[in-house]
């Protein structure tokens, strides 16, 4: 069973940095593309950044460019999500996803994590 678990959530003021977790993936997470999405309260869910399989690729949102790191850990089947200079705009409620190499949609949600950054 793939269930996404994310960690790391929490209230920073803006500046501060915060680093959030994936883990639930499985034996299969070695051919899973992983990655983060966030929503804001009113907004639509949006993109944040992607790692492909061994962690060779990144994508990340022009928002978050440059600020924001994903990485991944295939010998503990963990991805991280690195958050630097958080903004009062980076608040949101945080997705871990992934899908399998072959997909195109990522079908697996974890249940979210909160981040508040105060300004």
């Known amino acids: 069973q793939v269930t996404p678990v994310e960690s790391g959530g929490g209230l920073v003021q803006a500046g501060d940095s915060l680093r959030l977790s994936c883990s639930g993936i499985?034996?299969?997470?070695?051919?899973?593309?992983m990655g983060w999405f966030r929503q804001a309260p009113g907004k639509e869910r949006e993109f944040v950044a992607g790692i492909t399989l061994i962690g060779g690729n990144t994508q990340y949102a022009d928002s978050v460019k440059g600020r924001f790191t994903i990485s991944r850990d295939n010998a503990k089947k963990t991805v991280t999500l690195q958050m630097n200079l958080l903004e009062a705009e980076d608040s949101a409620v945080y997705y871990c996803v992934g899908r399998y190499f072959t997909d195109f949609q990522y079908p697996y949600w974890g249940q979210g994590t909160q981040v508040t950054v105060s300004s």
């Open positions: 499985g034996r299969t997470f070695d051919y899973f593309e």
